[in-house]
C-alpha cells in the first residue's frame, strides 16, 4: 500500500521552504503520483494561503506592496485565512482524501518572526495557530540562498514584497528554529514528521527523494493531531 493509514483517514501532509523553493511544483507532482498510486482524487494540493477568499485577497494585496498593513495584523490574517481552511481540511481527511499543504503554520510563524519585530516574539506568533490540524509529514524544501543564490535563477523572483534575498536567509533560519535543524536539535513547533529534503538539485530529482521519503513514513493514528 502507498502512504496510507490503518484507519482509512487521508494523510495531511506538508511542503514547506523559502520563496522558490519549489513548493507548488512539487507538490503538484507528488499529488499527481499519489493519485496513479492510490486512485485518482484521493489525493489534493491545498494553496496557503487561499487568496481567493475575501481574508486572502487582502493578503494577496499585501504581498503585492497594494496596501500596507500593520505587522500583527497581517500576521494575523494569514492566520486566519488557515481558520478558514480548516473544517474543509478535515472533511477531506475524514473522508479518506490525502491533503497536501503548499505552506502552512511554520511560514506564518517564520515570515513574522524574521522580520524581528520587538513585540512580536515567538509566543504571540505561534498563539493563534494553536488548535489548527497538525501535519503527519512536513518536509522542508531546504535551499540556501546565501550561497548559492539559486532563487534569483528562478522564475519571477522578486515580484513578492518578502522575495528580497537578506530577508530569505533570516527566514531560513527561523524556519530551522521552529522545524528543527533536521539533526540533533528539535524544533519549536511539532509539525509531525520533519524531514529535511535538499531543494537545489533538479526538479525530477527532488520529486524523487520527496517520494522516497513519503513512502517510509507509517502514520497511525486515527485521528488527525493538533497543533499546541
Ligand atoms: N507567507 C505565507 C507569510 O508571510 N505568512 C504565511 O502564513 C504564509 C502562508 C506567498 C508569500 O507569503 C508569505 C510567504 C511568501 O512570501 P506563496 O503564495 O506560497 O507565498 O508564494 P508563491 O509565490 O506562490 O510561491 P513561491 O515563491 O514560494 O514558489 P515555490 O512554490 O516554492 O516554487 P515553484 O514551484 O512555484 O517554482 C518556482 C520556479 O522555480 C522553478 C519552477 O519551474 C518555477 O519556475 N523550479 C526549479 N528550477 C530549478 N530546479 C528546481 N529543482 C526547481 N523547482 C522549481
Ligand atoms: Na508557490
Redesign the pocket.
Known amino acids: 500500500s502507498t502512504t496510507s493509514t490503518s484507519k482509512n483517514r487521508g494523510l495531511l501532509i506538508l511542503?514547506e521552504?523559502?520563496?522558490?523553493?519549489?513548493?507548488?511544483?512539487?507538490?503538484?507532482m507528488l499529488c499527481n503520483s499519489l493519485n496513479e498510486a492510490n486512485g485518482p482524487g484521493s489525493c489534493r494540493v491545498q494553496?496557503?494561503?487561499d487568496?481567493t477568499t475575501q481574508i486572502g485577497q487582502m493578503?494577496n494585496s499585501y504581498?503585492a506592496s497594494k496596501t500596507t498593513l500593520p505587522d500583527q495584523s497581517?500576521?494575523l490574517l494569514?492566520?486566519a485565512?488557515?481558520w478558514e481552511l480548516r473544517q474543509t481540511i478535515l472533511d477531506s481527511i475524514y473522508s479518506g482524501q490525502t491533503v497536501i499543504l503548499?505552506?502552512?503554520?511554520p511560514?506564518?510563524?517564520?515570515?513574522?518572526l524574521a522580520k524581528g519585530v520587538a513585540d512580536m516574539p515567538i509566543d504571540w506568533c505561534i498563539a493563534p495557530e494553536r488548535g489548527l490540524p497538525r501535519p503527519d509529514i512536513t518536509l522542508f524544501?531546504d535551499i540556501e540562498p546565501e550561497h548559492a543564490n539559486?532563487?534569483s535563477?528562478?522564475?519571477?523572483?522578486g515580484?513578492?514584497?518578502?522575495?528580497v534575498s537578506e530577508f530569505q536567509v533570516r527566514?531560513r533560519a527561523c524556519f530551522k528554529e521552529i522545524l528543527g535543524d533536521g539533526e540533533k536539535n528539535s524544533g519549536v513547533l511539532d509539525m509531525g514528521k520533519v524531514i529535511t529534503i535538499d531543494?537545489?538539485?533538479?526538479?525530477k530529482?527532488?520529486a524523487a527523494d520527496i517520494w522516497q521519503a513519503v513512502q517510509s513514513q507509517d502514520v497511525e493514528s486515527s485521528e488527525i493531531a493538533t497543533i499546541t
Request: glycine share 6%; with cysteine.
Open positions: 511542503l521552504g523559502l520563496d522558490r523553493a519549489g513548493k507548488t511544483t512539487q507538490c503538484q494553496k496557503v494561503p487568496r493578503i504581498l497581517i500576521h494569514f492566520s485565512n488557515r503548499d505552506r502552512y503554520v511560514s506564518g510563524v517564520a515570515y513574522s524544501l539559486i532563487q535563477t528562478r522564475e519571477d523572483f515580484q513578492e514584497r518578502y522575495e527566514v531543494a537545489c538539485k533538479d526538479i530529482t527532488v
